[in-house]
């Protein structure tokens, strides 16, 4: 197994920055993708970035290309969220989540790396507000 525990959430102006962590504890696999999503009331939870911990570029949704920044850190099994330049459409509960991709091909995590589905475990949860 493999807990998560996000923090960094919290309160900002329309243009300011926040970073959110993900700490991992557990069974952490050679073969572990890491997601941040996001959900907003009354909307489904959408993919907003992922990363292999084994290295590799990085994926974002194209509403957060260009201003956030995923990254893994192996020493502290943590993976990072940053978002600059944050607008009031940031808004929403942001989960990390992690997937055991021993059984699937590279090939089908990259293409699916944004179906809250395909992941075995999730974060908490940590809010974020973006104010105008």
């Known amino acids: 197994q493999v807990q998560l525990a996000e923090s960094g959430g919290g309160s900002v102006q329309a243009g300011g920055s926040l970073r959110l962590s993900c700490s991992a504890s557990?069974?952490?696999?050679?073969?572990?993708?890491m997601g941040w999503f996001r959900q907003a009331p009354g909307k489904e939870r959408e993919g907003v970035a992922g990363i292999w911990t084994s290295g590799g570029s990085p994926v974002y949704a194209d509403s957060v290309k260009g201003r956030f920044i995923i990254s893994w850190d192996n020493a502290k099994n943590t993976v990072y969220l940053q978002m600059n330049s944050l607008k009031p459409e940031d808004t929403a509960m942001y989960y990390c989540?992690?997937?055991?991709?021993?059984?699937?091909?590279?090939?089908?995590?990259?293409?699916?790396?944004?179906?809250?589905?395909?992941?075995?475990?999730w974060g908490q949860g940590t809010q974020v507000t973006v104010s105008s």
């Open positions: 557990g069974y952490i696999s050679s073969r572990l993708y």
């Open positions: 989540a992690s997937r055991n991709a021993r059984a699937v091909s590279n090939r089908y995590v990259n293409a699916n790396w944004d179906v809250p589905s395909g992941y075995n475990y």
